[in-house]
């Protein structure tokens, strides 16, 4: 049955499911089978075993010790189940999260990891302590159990770990976070570079901060057009506001996301950067970190020269989610310098007929005519 639904959550590409209709169905029915013909041999295995423990007490013989059975099924499934465990860490262990490439991420890393071992600690000695003392202690006719109502040492020993332990993974998480989430802005050191991201149905838009290295204001009531992100070009700061395709950054440099949406809820997150923070509608939000490997130096790491970072929409905010995606590059601060030379201006000629916006010469020629009618 797991495996059934594994195959119908799995994500087929539209046009596989468009030339077959009706193939997850198949398999669903296939499943379903299988599960029924599985039920229907454990039935019938226990009535045969039924039968033959009639037909023992007919003979005066005793039946199957079932205590015994379901004692040593208990050992079976304490190794069974560990190796399980085992397996999952080992074989699929390598489809977590990819290496740390930004500063924080680092971090983060190291908190998942102290978790997983003092989790793994608890969860070894608990499943070994259950199955041992269920097996060590099955019924048998020869003891009676022993009445033990209460233990104060024991209460306060599996009330107070836990609670420590508890305690610690909390303050070290607190702590992580707020370094993480905690605007560098308040501690008076703001971000080197300063990007714009608007999640829309269904693509991001980038804008970098021009030459003036501050972004320009936006209103929501000035989109439409041509000025899809409604920026409003009263402000000196937007006329040098660039617009890109591709999120460029430098290395080792602190990034400031500012994070906006225009319909539904997105999420920005990029797995390598530890970076995940929803784009919610009416409600600015922001992330800044440091990445520390550049797209180079991870395409020699992972062996493959066209490794690519990417921007991921991780909320599901429609038919075409899967689709919302930007190619992250990290490059060196000279090679940072020659891409931003390139960009275009989010202020297109287009826009500025859109605004009335006259361009330089015109607005020369316009105040040369005013002054001519005045005379
Ligand atoms: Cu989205």
Not at 195 to 212: K, S, V
Not at 282 to 291: E, I, Q
Request: charged share 20%; net charge positive; glycine share 6%.
């Amino acid at each position: 049955m797991l495996s059934g639904a594994n195959m119908l959550m799995a994500q087929t590409p539209a046009g596989d499911t468009a030339d077959k209709p009706g193939v997850n169905w198949l398999a669903v029915g296939f499943y379903v089978l299988l599960f029924v013909v599985v039920a229907v041999v454990i039935a019938i295995i226990g009535r045969i075993l039924k039968v033959y423990e009639l037909s023992q007490q007919i003979h005066g013989k005793k039946g199957i010790n079932w205590n015994n059975v379901m004692g040593f099924c208990c050992l079976i499934f304490l190794v069974v189940g560990m190796y399980a465990a085992y397996w999952e860490f080992t074989e699929q262990g390598s489809m977590s999260l990819p290496e740390a490439a930004s500063k924080h991420g680092v971090r983060i890393d190291a908190m998942f990891l102290v978790t997983t071992i003092i989790t793994m600690i608890v969860f070894v000695a608990t499943q070994v302590l259950l199955f041992t003392f269920l097996f060590r202690y099955r019924h048998s006719e020869k003891r009676r159990a022993y009445f033990y109502p209460h233990n104060n040492t024991i209460e306060k020993v599996w009330t107070i770990i836990p609670a420590v332990v508890l305690t610690i993974l909390v303050i070290f998480g607190f702590f992580t976070w707020q370094d993480v989430e905690n605007s560098t802005d308040v501690k008076g050191q703001p971000a080197s570079i300063n990007i714009d991201l608007t999640g829309h149905q269904f693509a991001w838009e980038i804008r970098y901060a021009g030459p003036d290295g501050v972004l320009g204001k936006k209103d929501f009531r000035l989109t439409g057009g041509a000025n899809k992100l409604g920026i409003d070009f009263k402000d000196k700061n937007s006329m040098d506001d660039l617009q890109a395709d591709t999120l460029v950054l430098p290395v080792n440099k602190t990034i400031r996301l500012n994070i906006f949406a225009q319909d539904v809820i997105h999420s920005v997150y990029m797995p390598h950067f530890r970076v995940q923070q929803n784009a919610v509608p009416g409600l600015p939000t922001f992330f800044k970190f440091t990445p520390t490997i550049t797209t180079e130096e991870m395409r020699r790491k992972v062996d493959d020269p066209k490794f690519e970072y990417l921007l991921y929409c991780n909320k599901i905010c429609g038919s075409s989610h899967y689709n919302m995606q930007r190619v992250v590059r990290v490059v060196t601060q000279d090679e940072y310098n020659q891409w931003v030379a390139k960009l275009k201006p989010y202020l297109t000629p287009a826009l500025r007929t859109e605004l009335k916006l006259a361009s330089a010469d015109q607005n020369k020629s316009i105040k040369q005519n005013r002054l001519a009618l005045n005379n």
